[in-house]
């Protein structure tokens, strides 16, 4: 059996504010093996955003260990964790963050050009990928012209563009109605079923549902860890 | 890693989405290194033309004049005035020094013209045929007197360009009849023209006749008939001018009798540290235009620096966007200063372009050479590109400092 693609052990975050300090994240512990899709639940203020940020490289832990496809992410350096957010990870946010002067096309580019794949790779592989979430006819757009719904297929398909072990998404369906965002699940769970693994945020428990897995957090710590019945088989 | 070509594609891409501010930024440079290239090749040309019109008036050229020298200035050899303590046996011992290309005596006289019924009032030169050497002088038309003219005092005369072009407009003045003084004189000849000296006046505003004959008819008449009222000496190369000045200077000292610590009753002027006196004091003149006008060079940095910095703000969220999808800090420092060092290139460009079309002007109008060196075309280019980098190291590593969270957060 491989390693697990996380592993993260006793993760604190701590943030302070004034005399107070805020345990964003209290002690932390669980293991992702490879393949998975799991749901990250719990109210407002757990911890959830915080825990991602940490996943894909975009912050660092107080303390508390953290490897993610054999890489102890505290102990890379700056170009390192930037190798790693175009390399290892797929990150897709609520609210998509395309750049709005660039096509959907050049969107998908993006991290392309930062891991500095040739331009005629990089065409093939973005229309390829857009393609591939449906959008094969709206490649010129701008993301002005396009849906919600549309919008995060695009973001999605920039994600998947460095051809990442790791897709995190932050309520990738908040921002978008119940029919959109359960075309939006059906594509993740395409995407898993591939091998990509997944962990997503969500307030909503249908969404949680629709995965492998749920993790629930409270308080900066799990409180439930179990497989989803329906699709645990 | 980034590219370089996606680099620059990047870097064009942001600067071309805000043409107007683009262009707005890069103004500042091109004023200031516009105004740096106008203002120095306007200097550079003030400086030329000092330079030559200083030389046209005679290269390593030493001017004796009687009495003593104006304290706390050069004086210009305007002769005449004071004792007449330089003679024609002067001339001779001078002659004899080492190093010595030419001797000219000369009698400054003025004088009233009347030719064709036309009235000119002038400067008289009694001169030696020696004379054109030393005052590095051309003959126009016709010819110059000789030796034997000079001695006997016959009544001819070389008119300068001005003189010329004034009396005898219409006609070929050689062979012409004129009045000077009252005495009937023939033109033989006409001086090439030297234009203005460095001083405002007019070389070519001169009128040349045989020392001889100028002394008995015209200006010496009242004065002893051996005097001069200027002697030009030209050396036989700039490098031995200073050690001939002083041979001039104790020879006519030992010839006037003048002792150690008395005042000297002559003036030796040396054209050349005249010159570089002139030549040094617009140079002054051209580094305080350069000075005053690489201030607005600043300004224009100023400029860029504020507009990228506004830029990082206005752009946070899509740097933090590009740092979660693998930017390096360096990706985005480059980008940034590469936008900068564009705008203020592209002005450095524009600016030099325009510069010397003003430089063009500004000469034009006030009559002087276009001098403008490529060294400081290639510095004006040079230094735009710096003042890029300066003003917009400090906003890219703003840029690339900028923490990922945080600015994806901002709105
Ligand atoms: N930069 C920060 N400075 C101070 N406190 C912070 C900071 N970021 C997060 N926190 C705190 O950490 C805790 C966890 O925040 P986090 O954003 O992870 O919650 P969340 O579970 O994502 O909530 P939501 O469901 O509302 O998105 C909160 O109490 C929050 O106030
Ligand atoms: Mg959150």
Redesign the interface.
């Known amino acids: 059996m491989t390693a697990p693609l996380i592993e993260a052990k006793e993760l604190v975050k701590l943030y302070q504010m004034g005399d107070e300090t805020v345990h964003a994240l209290a002690g932390v512990s669980f293991v992702v093996p490879r393949g998975d899709y799991c749901a990250i639940v719990g109210p407002s203020g757990s911890g959830k955003s915080t825990m991602m ?1 940490i996943l ?1 490289g ?2 660092t832990p107080s303390g508390g260990r953290i490897v993610i496809d054999n890489a102890d992410i505290a102990t890379l350096t ?2 390192e964790l ?2 790693f ?3 290892t990870i797929g ?1 897709i ?1 609520q609210s998509f ?1 395309l ?1 709005p ?1 660039l096509s959907a096309l050049e969107n998908v580019e ?2 392309m ?4 794949v ?2 005629k790779e990089r065409k093939e592989r973005a229309a390829a990928l857009l393609t591939r979430v449906g959008l094969g006819e709206r490649m010129s757009h701008r993301p002005t012209q396009l849906s919600g719904g549309q919008q995060q297929r695009v973001a999605i398909a ?1 994600a998947l563009a ?1 051809r990442p072990a790791l897709l995190l998404a932050d309520e990738p369906t908040g921002a978008l109605d119940t029919q959109t965002g359960k075309d939006i699940l059906n594509l993740f769970s395409e995407l898993n079923r591939e091998g990509v693994t997944i962990v997503i945020v969500t307030h909503d428990h249908e969404v949680a549902a629709a995965t492998k897995r749920t993790i629930e957090m409270r308080d900066g710590r799990i409180v439930a860890d179990h497989l989803n019945g329906s699709r645990a088989a | ?3 370089t ?2 680099l620059v594609a ?1 870097a064009s ?1 942001a600067l071309r ?1 805000n043409p107007l501010r683009s262009a707005l930024t890069a103004l500042g440079v091109i004023i200031g290194v516009g105004s740096v290239v106008a203002m120095v090749a306007l200097g550079s040309g003030a400086q030329a033309q000092v330079e030559r019109s200083i030389a046209s008036l005679g290269s390593n050229l030493l001017i004796v004049v009687p009495g003593a020298q104006a304290s706390g200035g050069v004086r210009m050899a305007q002769g005449g005035g004071g004792r007449d303590t330089l003679t024609l046996d002067d001339v001779e011992a001078i002659a004899g020094l080492e190093g010595v290309l030419a001797v000219a005596p000369s009698q400054r006289g003025n004088a009233q013209l009347v030719a064709n019924g036309v009235n000119w009032n002038t400067r008289i030169e009694g001169v030696t045929p020696s004379y054109m050497l030393a005052r590095d002088w051309e003959v126009a038309q016709g010819r110059f007197f000789d030796e034997s003219e000079e001695r006997q005092a016959r009544r001819v005369v070389v008119l300068g360009a001005t003189v010329a072009r004034e009396l005898f407009p219409n006609v070929d003045p050689i062979g012409q009849a004129m009045r000077i003084s009252g005495g009937s004189y023939e033109v033989i000849g006409v001086l090439e023209s030297k234009g203005q000296s460095g001083f405002g006046m007019d070389q070519d505003d001169v009128v040349l006749a045989p020392l001889t004959t100028v002394k008995r008819r015209i200006s010496g008449r009242f004065r002893r008939a051996d005097t001069v009222s200027q002697i030009s000496v030209k050396a036989a190369s700039e490098g031995e001018l200073n050690r001939l000045q002083e041979d001039v200077e104790n020879l006519l000292r030992d010839r006037h009798r003048i002792r150690p610590g008395d005042e000297d009753d002559f003036t030796v002027q040396n054209l050349s540290s005249i010159t570089e006196t002139a030549a040094a004091t617009t140079q002054v003149f051209t580094y305080l235009l350069g000075g005053i006008s690489a201030v607005s060079l600043l300004v224009g940095g100023i400029g860029i620096m504020n507009i990228m910095l506004v830029s990082v703000t206005e752009r946070t ?2 740097i933090g ?11 985005i420092l480059h980008q940034f200063g590469l936008e900068a060092v564009t705008l203020s290139l592209a002005g450095g460009i524009v600016g030099l372009a325009l510069g010397v079309a003003g430089a063009w002007g500004m000469t034009s109008l006030f009559n002087l050479p276009l001098v403008i060196a490529p060294q400081n075309a290639l510095m004006a280019i040079g230094f735009s590109g710096l003042v890029g980098v300066v003003f917009g190291a400090y906003p890219a590593w703003r840029a690339a400092k900028l923490d ?2 945080e600015a ?1 957060r901002r709105e």
């Open positions: 940020n894909g975009l912050d700056d170009e930037a190798t957010r175009n390399r990150f946010f963050n750049l002067r993006l991290p050009i930062y891991g500095g040739l331009p920039r460095g | 890693m980034m590219r070509a996606d990047s891409r989405s969220r899509e966007l590009r740092k979660a999808l693998g930017a390096r800090q360096s990706d990922p969270i994806l």
